[in-house]
C-alpha cells in the first residue's frame, strides 16, 4: 500500500518542503530509517495535514487520542472500502482484502464491534494470557538454545522475533505441531500484502478454509484452546454467525504475529544502540515490564492506523469531510513533547508513561496485552542470558517500505 506516493517527486531538495510535500516525505529512504524527524515536523508544521491525494495525516497526542475515541471516525469495512476504491490505484488491495476477510471486530463499530469484542474477550481473557507465561518463556529458551547452538553470529529476527508469535498462537489456538510449517507459510505471504495482493488472498482463502476445519474439529471435540473457548461462546450466543466466528478466529490469530516481531525486533534494536539502558535491564530485571512499555513508545511498532470520516468533524480547525481517509499516526504521538518529557530519549523507568502504541478506545489492541508478555520474556531472556550481545554491521540496518508498519528486515548481532 502506497498512500502518498503520488507528491515524493515534488519535493525540492534545496529546501523544506512546501506543507502539502510533508506526507511524500514519509516515503523517503531517509524516513524508512527515520521516520520520527519527519513526525516531529509535520506535529510543528501542519499537525492535522491534508496530503496531495486528500487523506488526512494527524501527528499530536491530544487530537488522536480523542480520535480513537470519536465514533464519527470509522473503522466500517463498507466504508473503508468505498474510500479506498474511490482514490484508486493499488489501493484497492486493501478493499478486496477487508471484503475477504468479512465482518469482523476490527473492521466494524459500534454496536456490531461490542456484540464480537464481547465474543472474543470472553475467550481471550487477562487470567488465559498470563497463563501462558511458562510456556513463552520455554519457547524463547528454545529458540534461544538453537541460535547459540547454530555458531557465535545470529539474525534476531529470524532467530526470535520472527517465530515465537508463531509458536504462542498455535499454543493458544490447539494448532497441531505438523501444521505449524504450512501455517508459517501463509503468514509470509499475508505479510507481503502489499507486494503481491494475488499471492496474499490465494494464502488467505486456504487459512480460511484451514480454519474452517479446525472449528469443526472442535465442535466435536473440545479442548483446552482458544477456538474450543469461542466456539462454547458462540453457542450461548444465537446472533453470532459461523462466518463472524471464523473471521474472528482470523482476526486472534494473525494480528498478534506481526506486532510482536516489530516490538521484539525493534525493542531490542534499540536497547542495543542505548547501553546504558541494556544494562539497567540487565541489573534490574523487574524492569522488564514498564521497559516494553517505553521500548513500544520509543519506536512504535504500528506506526499509524486508518479510519474513515463518517460524519464531517474539526480536528486542530481543519474540517474533516465525511468519505475521507484519516491516518492516525500513534509512533509520532509516542514522541509529541505536548505529552512526553524529552521524548526522543529512550528512558526505562519513565514516568507517568501512558503511550498510544496499541490504540485507545473501543478498538484499543485486543491482542496487545499477549504481546506485551511475549516481548517482555523475549527481551527480559535475551539481555539476561547473552551479556555480550551487541550489533555486528549498524550499516546494514533495513525495515520494510511500509509507512503504517515499522519492522526491520534483519538484525545482525553477535553474542
Same mark, same amino acid.
Given at each position: 500500500?502506497?498512500?502518498?506516493a503520488t507528491?515524493?517527486?515534488?519535493?525540492?531538495?534545496?529546501?523544506?518542503?512546501?506543507?502539502?510535500?510533508l506526507?511524500?516525505?514519509?516515503?523517503?529512504?531517509?524516513?524508512?530509517?527515520?521516520?520520527?524527524p519527519?513526525?516531529a515536523?509535520m506535529?510543528? &508544521?501542519?499537525?492535522?495535514?491534508?496530503?496531495?491525494?486528500?487523506i488526512?495525516?494527524?501527528?499530536?497526542?491530544?487530537?488522536? &487520542?480523542?480520535?480513537?475515541?470519536?465514533?464519527?471516525?470509522?473503522?466500517d469495512?463498507? =466504508?473503508?472500502?468505498?474510500?479506498?476504491?474511490?482514490?484508486?490505484?493499488?489501493?484497492?488491495a486493501?478493499?478486496?482484502?477487508?471484503?475477504?476477510?468479512?465482518?469482523?471486530?476490527?473492521?466494524t463499530?459500534?454496536?456490531?464491534?461490542? =456484540?464480537?469484542?464481547?465474543?472474543?474477550?470472553?475467550?481471550?481473557?487477562a487470567?488465559?494470557?498470563?497463563?501462558? =507465561? +511458562?510456556?513463552?518463556?520455554?519457547?524463547?529458551?528454545?529458540?534461544?538454545?538453537?541460535?547459540?547452538?547454530?555458531g557465535?553470529?545470529?539474525?534476531?529476527?529470524?532467530?526470535?522475533a520472527?517465530?515465537?508469535?508463531?509458536?504462542?498462537?498455535?499454543e493458544?489456538?490447539?494448532?497441531?505441531?505438523?501444521?505449524?510449517?504450512?501455517v508459517?507459510?501463509?503468514?509470509?505471504r499475508f505479510?507481503?500484502?502489499?507486494?503481491?495482493?494475488?499471492?496474499s488472498e490465494?494464502?488467505?482463502?486456504?487459512?480460511?478454509?484451514?480454519l474452517?476445519?479446525?472449528?469443526?474439529r472442535?465442535?466435536?471435540?473440545?479442548?483446552?484452546? @482458544?477456538?474450543?473457548?469461542?466456539?462454547?461462546?458462540?453457542a450461548?450466543?444465537?446472533?453470532?454467525?459461523?462466518?463472524?466466528?471464523?473471521s474472528?478466529?482470523f482476526?486472534?490469530?494473525? *494480528?498478534?504475529?506481526?506486532t510482536?516481531?516489530?516490538?521484539?525486533?525493534?525493542?531490542?534494536?534499540? @536497547?542495543l544502540?542505548?547501553?546504558?539502558?541494556?544494562?539497567?535491564?540487565?541489573a +534490574?530485571?523487574a524492569?522488564?515490564?514498564?521497559?516494553?512499555?517505553?521500548?513500544?513508545?520509543? +519506536?512504535t511498532?504500528t506506526?499509524?492506523?486508518?479510519?474513515?470520516?463518517? &460524519?464531517?468533524?474539526?480536528?486542530?480547525?481543519?474540517?474533516?469531510?465525511?468519505?475521507?481517509? *484519516?491516518?492516525?499516526?500513534?509512533?509520532?504521538?509516542?514522541?509529541?513533547?505536548?505529552?512526553?518529557?524529552?521524548?526522543?530519549?529512550?528512558?526505562?523507568?519513565?514516568p507517568?508513561?501512558r503511550?498510544?502504541?496499541?490504540?485507545?478506545?473501543?478498538?484499543?489492541?485486543?491482542?496487545?496485552?499477549?504481546?506485551?508478555?511475549?516481548?517482555?520474556?523475549a527481551?527480559?531472556?535475551?539481555?539476561?542470558?547473552?551479556?555480550?550481545?551487541?550489533?555486528?554491521?549498524?550499516?546494514?540496518?533495513?525495515?520494510?517500505?511500509n509507512?503504517?508498519q =515499522?519492522?526491520?528486515? *534483519?538484525?545482525?548481532?553477535?553474542?
Amino acid at each position: 500500500m502506497n498512500p502518498t506516493a503520488t507528491t515524493e517527486g515534488a519535493r525540492d531538495s534545496a529546501g523544506p518542503a512546501r506543507p502539502e510535500d510533508l506526507a511524500a516525505a514519509l516515503l523517503t529512504q531517509e524516513a524508512r530509517r527515520d521516520p520520527y524527524p519527519f513526525y516531529a515536523r509535520m506535529r510543528r &508544521e501542519d499537525p492535522v495535514h491534508r496530503s496531495a491525494q486528500g487523506i488526512w495525516y494527524l501527528t499530536r497526542y491530544t487530537d488522536v &487520542e480523542a480520535a480513537l475515541g470519536d465514533l464519527r471516525l470509522s473503522n466500517d469495512r463498507d =466504508r473503508m472500502t468505498r474510500a479506498y476504491t474511490a482514490l484508486g490505484g493499488d489501493l484497492k488491495a486493501l478493499s478486496r482484502l477487508t471484503d475477504r476477510l468479512g465482518r469482523v471486530m476490527s473492521n466494524t463499530d459500534p454496536p456490531d464491534h461490542a =456484540r464480537l469484542r464481547k465474543l472474543a474477550n470472553r475467550a481471550f481473557t487477562a487470567r488465559r494470557v498470563e497463563s501462558l =507465561r +511458562d510456556r513463552v518463556q520455554g519457547i524463547v529458551d528454545g529458540l534461544i538454545d538453537e541460535a547459540v547452538a547454530a555458531g557465535p553470529t545470529m539474525d534476531l529476527v529470524e532467530a526470535v522475533a520472527s517465530p515465537l508469535p508463531m509458536a504462542v498462537v498455535c499454543e493458544l489456538f490447539g494448532i497441531p505441531d505438523e501444521d505449524l510449517p504450512q501455517v508459517k507459510t501463509w503468514f509470509r505471504r499475508f505479510g507481503r500484502l502489499s507486494e503481491d495482493i494475488d499471492a496474499s488472498e490465494a494464502a488467505i482463502e486456504q487459512y480460511e478454509e484451514y480454519l474452517a476445519r479446525l472449528v469443526r474439529r472442535r465442535r466435536a471435540d473440545p479442548g483446552d484452546d @482458544l477456538i474450543s473457548a469461542l466456539v462454547a461462546t458462540q453457542a450461548k450466543d444465537d446472533r453470532l454467525t459461523d462466518s463472524e466466528l471464523l473471521s474472528t478466529c482470523f482476526v486472534l490469530i494473525t *494480528a498478534g504475529d506481526e506486532t510482536t516481531t516489530h516490538l521484539v525486533g525493534n525493542g531490542m534494536l534499540s @536497547l542495543l544502540r542505548h547501553p546504558a539502558q541494556l544494562a539497567r535491564l540487565r541489573a +534490574d530485571p523487574a524492569l522488564a515490564r514498564p521497559a516494553v512499555e517505553e521500548l513500544a513508545r520509543y +519506536d512504535t511498532p504500528t506506526q499509524a492506523i486508518v479510519r474513515v470520516v463518517a &460524519e464531517d468533524l474539526t480536528i486542530g480547525g481543519r474540517t474533516l469531510r465525511e468519505g475521507e481517509l *484519516a491516518y492516525l499516526f500513534l509512533a509520532a504521538t509516542n514522541r509529541d513533547p505536548e505529552r512526553f518529557h524529552d521524548p526522543d530519549r529512550l528512558d526505562l523507568t519513565r514516568p507517568g508513561n501512558r503511550p498510544l502504541s496499541f490504540g485507545n478506545g473501543p478498538h484499543f489492541c485486543l491482542g496487545g496485552p499477549l504481546a506485551k508478555l511475549q516481548a517482555e520474556v523475549a527481551v527480559g531472556t535475551l539481555v539476561r542470558r547473552l551479556p555480550h550481545l551487541r550489533l555486528t554491521d549498524e550499516a546494514a540496518l533495513d525495515w520494510r517500505p511500509n509507512p503504517l508498519q =515499522r519492522r526491520l528486515t *534483519a538484525l545482525p548481532v553477535t553474542y
